[in-house]
Structures are given as C-alpha cells and as structure tokens.
T-cell receptor
C-alpha cells in the first residue's frame, strides 16, 4: 500500500546549526508534498510545500528538496533555534483526486542550547 | 491565514457514553474536512473524509457506526464517538481543505480520555 516513511525517529542538533530531516515516500504518482511541524499537544502546523514539478523550494529559514528519482523528500532548517524543537511530519497526496494526505512516521527534532 | 478551531480541547468521559467534537473553519468555507486520530508518539492516522452535504467516507478499519461524522455546513463538521471505551482515548485532530487547492489547515486537536 501507500506509505510515507522517515529515516530517523529523533534528530538532535546544536542551536545555530542547520537541521536536515529526511523522508522517503512510495507513491510515485503523488504530485504534492508538505512538511508539518507539530508541537506537543497541538495540531500540525504547515511549514512548506512543494509540487512534483519542482525539486527545490525555499521559505524563511526552511528549504524543501524533492528527489523524484529516489522518491526522497527533505526539510532543511537553517540556524536551528530552540523554538524549532517539535515533531516534523512529511505528507504526500494519496492516489486519486481525493485530497487525502498520507503522513510519515515523524521525526522529533531536539535543539540543544 | 486559514484558521481551524476545535471544541472542546479536552474532554473526559465515562465508558459507554458518547462525546461530540466540533471542527470549524473560521475564515473560509470548507467543502471537505478530514478527521484524524493520533496516539502518543505516533503519526496521524486518517479516519474519515467529511464532505458537506453528503455522507462521510471512512478509511478501512474505522467503524462508521462508532465514529459518526456530520458535515452540516461549509464551516462545521462534527465527530461523535459513540459508546466510548478506554481504547478510544486519543488525540483527535481535524483539518479543513481550502477549496480547489491541496492545502489542509489543521485544528488544535481534542484530547479524549475515556475512563
């Protein structure tokens, strides 16, 4: 079946360093990918998205890279701050025009001061 | 930006009772809303797709008679957990889809505890 997975369950970085969170997906037909940030006890918060016709998109301190050849997605956070500590999920659109999203397992980002 | 609210944020109920959770899109109309369940340290699991004016579509393994979904207006969807059991204790999150685009905006979640 369709699935989106993450390579590392926990990532610990020093404040000020760059963070890279990786995600593998299996549905080659997906045309939209999103990164969400979820803080404890809260709902997911949209970070950045990318469509399948792109391979890179930049936001404020964040960059998403899409490699369709190996079905890999990554989120780069520049100058990681303590407020970036959270669980990060990648998500992809499910097959068919249903609007459904399939979420990956999540990576916990811990920022050390 | 698009804002989605949920009510209540936390609820404790006794086994066998029913509890209703509301999901509202505050500044846009959402023809489609989604309900997710999330257990501790796990990802979001899609339960059902709620479409305004029609029956909800449930994911495989989700009991439609236990998790009743009503999407009576373009800004409100409700999830009712009927005959709740302790194993239904979870974090329930809704999202609303902006019409015509892929983006989904998530509510803050509802923590359900069944005693």
């Amino acid at each position: 079946g369709e699935s989106v997975g993450l390579h590392l369950p926990t990532l610990s970085v020093q404040e000020g360093d760059n963070s890279i969170i990786n995600c593998a997906y299996s549905n080659s037909a997906s045309d939209y990918f999103i990164w969400y940030k979820q803080e404890s006890g809260k709902g997911p918060q949209f970070i950045i998205d990318i469509r399948s016709n792109m391979d890179k998109r930049q936001g404020q301190r964040v960059t998403v890279l899409l490699n369709k050849t190996v079905k890999h997605l990554s989120l780069q956070i520049a100058a990681t701050q303590p407020g970036d500590s959270a669980v990060y999920f990648c998500a992809e659109t499910a097959s068919g025009n249903t609007g459904k999203l399939i979420f990956g397992q999540g990576t916990t980002l811990q920022v050390k001061p | 930006g698009a804002v989605v609210s949920q009510h209540p944020s936390r609820v404790i109920c006794k086994s066998g009772t029913s509890v209703k959770i509301e999901c509202r899109s505050l500044d846009f109309q959402a023809t489609t809303m989604f309900w997710y369940r999330q257990f501790p340290k796990q990802s979001l699991m899609l339960m059902a797709t709620s479409n305004e004016g029609s029956k909800a579509t449930y994911e495989q393994g989700v009991e439609k008679d236990k998790f009743l979904i009503n999407h009576a207006s373009l800004t409100l969807s409700t999830l009712t957990v009927t005959s709740a059991h302790p194993e239904d204790s979870s974090f329930y999150i809704c999202s609303a889809r902006v019409p015509g685009v892929y983006e989904q905006y998530f509510g803050p979640g509802t923590r359900l505890t069944v005693t």
